[in-house]
């Protein structure tokens, strides 16, 4: 009877948990955005939000009752944007490193994309000191990518090359000013090398797991000190996951879970 009585509360218990967030209704939630990682975050033909970053913070807000709006920001300036309150949390997938950490606060994992390399078809590159030396390769500004290239590879004689945007660093890649380009695996799948302009393109080698760099995956970001809306998405969150909201938008993006993609 003991067991039976202590399974019921903790039934009850779970269930109170995730319907613990606090009711944001009448409130403004302006969440940051780079619309350039499809399929996490991009526009559509007429210029809307959608990607499976943009489909998961709409679902927040919605648990929240928040109007949320949405605002664009480069990656580079979204950490001192956020700090500087044009927005009150980052909604791209942001990767949790112990660098960002130093600066903000995250909500729990949402999501997680490794870093790949993508190459030219036949060039035999590899994601390594040894082959890329001499080489040139493209990465985002800001981006966790950035900063394990330059402080590994960029060290060592491979010759980094920094952008503003993701679409950017494809752009010279094409046309053979980089040799490679570094980025998230799912953004590099499904936002190039799926598309007919990468069909002569390739991932190279397997993911890079280095946790100072990349982290433990991606969460929303907030400032340190609100520390009640980052309890509330964490509530959301987790509401979301066990009614199946979560499940349906990654089934509409992936053909894989990308809560624990490798």
């Not at 996490?40 to 919605?62: H, M, P, R, S």
């Not at 980094?160 to 494809?170: C, T």
């Not at 979560?246 to 894989?256: P, S």
Request: with cysteine.
């Amino acid at each position: 009877m003991n067991k039976i009585i202590a399974a019921v509360s903790l039934v009850f218990l779970s269930a109170s948990s995730l319907a613990g967030a606090a009711d944001w209704s009448g409130k403004v939630l302006k969440l940051g955005v780079d619309p350039t990682y499809p399929p996490l975050e991009y526009k559509n033909q007429d210029g809307t939000l959608t990607g499976f970053g943009v489909d998961i913070a709409e679902a927040l807000c919605a648990e929240l009752h928040a109007r949320c709006i949405w605002v664009e920001s480069s990656w580079d300036g979204m950490i001192p944007a956020l700090l500087a309150r044009k927005f009150d949390a980052v909604a791209s997938s942001m990767t949790v490193t112990p660098k960002r950490m130093g600066q903000i606060a995250f909500t729990d994992k949402v999501s997680n994309a490794p870093a790949r390399l993508v190459i030219k078809r036949g060039s035999g590159l590899e994601p390594t000191v040894e082959s890329l030396k001499g080489k040139r390769v493209g990465v985002e500004q800001g981006s966790t990518q950035e900063a394990f290239a330059k402080a590994v590879w960029g060290s060592q004689g491979v010759d980094i090359l920094s952008y503003q945007n993701q679409d950017q660093v494809y752009a010279d890649l094409m046309v053979g000013r980089l040799d490679a380009s570094l980025q998230g695996s799912i953004q590099a799948s499904y936002g190039f090398l799926d598309k007919p302009v990468g069909k002569d393109y390739a991932f190279a080698g397997g993911t890079l797991d280095n946790p100072e760099f990349f982290g433990v995956g991606d969460g929303i970001g907030v400032r340190k000190a609100d520390v009640e809306l980052r309890e509330d998405l964490n509530k959301a969150l987790a509401t979301i996951i066990a009614n199946g909201t979560y499940a349906r938008i990654n089934k509409k993006y992936f053909d894989f879970d990308v809560y624990g993609a490798k």
